[in-house]
C-alpha cells in the first residue's frame, strides 16, 4: 500500500556533450536513460546512499522497468535540468520518476525506473534496512554534490508515495 508523502524532487543539472547526439546535434533517443542514471546515483547520494558501497555490500539495484515518453528534442550543449524523484519504496523495489526541462522550463521528456534489489548471485533481495531510510526520507534540503559532470543538486518539493 502507498500514501503520499512530502518527499522532493532532486534536481541535477544536464548538459549533452557532442559524442551523445546525432549528425544534427539532437540527443539520441538512449542517452536519456543515462541521464536518468546520472539524475538516479546524484539522488542516491544526496540521500545519503553511496551505490559503490552498496554494491561493496554485495547489493545490486537492477532497472527492471523503464519507460519514456519524448516531447521536445534535446540539443548539444543545452543546459538542461533533470527532475528526480522517488515514486514508490518497496521492501525490495524502488521507482524513481524523472523530468528533464529545458533552462525555460519545457518539458523534454518524462519517464519513470523501476529497479529491483539483487545478491551477488542474482537473486532477488530485500533493500538493506539503510538504504530503505534514505529511500524514504530524500535527499537533505539545499544538497549540493559537484561530480563528474553534475556541478549541483538541489530540491524541489514534489510528492512521492511510499510503503
Known amino acids: 500500500m502507498s500514501s503520499k508523502s512530502e518527499l522532493s524532487e532532486f534536481i541535477v543539472p544536464i548538459r549533452p556533450r557532442y559524442a551523445e547526439v546525432d549528425s544534427m546535434g539532437i540527443v539520441y533517443h538512449g542517452n536519456y536513460l543515462v541521464y536518468f542514471d546520472v539524475g538516479r546515483t546524484e539522488w542516491l547520494r544526496a540521500a545519503g546512499s553511496d551505490y559503490a558501497e552498496l554494491e561493496r555490500r554485495g547489493?545490486?539495484?537492477?532497472?527492471?522497468?523503464?519507460?519514456l515518453q519524448y516531447r521536445r528534442p534535446a540539443?548539444?550543449?543545452?543546459?538542461l535540468r533533470l527532475a528526480v524523484s522517488v515514486e514508490h519504496v518497496g521492501r525490495a523495489t524502488v521507482t524513481f520518476r524523472y523530468e528533464l526541462r529545458s533552462l525555460q522550463g519545457e518539458l523534454l521528456v518524462t519517464g519513470h525506473t523501476r529497479l529491483g534489489c539483487l545478491d551477488t548471485g542474482h537473486r532477488p533481495t530485500g533493500l538493506p534496512a539503510d538504504t530503505l531510510a534514505?529511500?524514504?526520507?530524500?535527499?537533505a534540503q539545499g544538497a549540493r554534490e559537484p561530480r563528474g559532470g553534475v556541478r549541483?543538486?538541489?530540491i524541489r518539493k514534489g510528492g512521492a508515495a511510499r510503503e
Open 59 to 67: 547489493y545490486r539495484l537492477a532497472v527492471v522497468d523503464a519507460a
Open 75 to 79: 540539443h548539444f550543449d543545452e543546459e
Open 134 to 139: 534514505c529511500l524514504r526520507g530524500g535527499p
Open 152 to 154: 549541483e543538486g538541489g
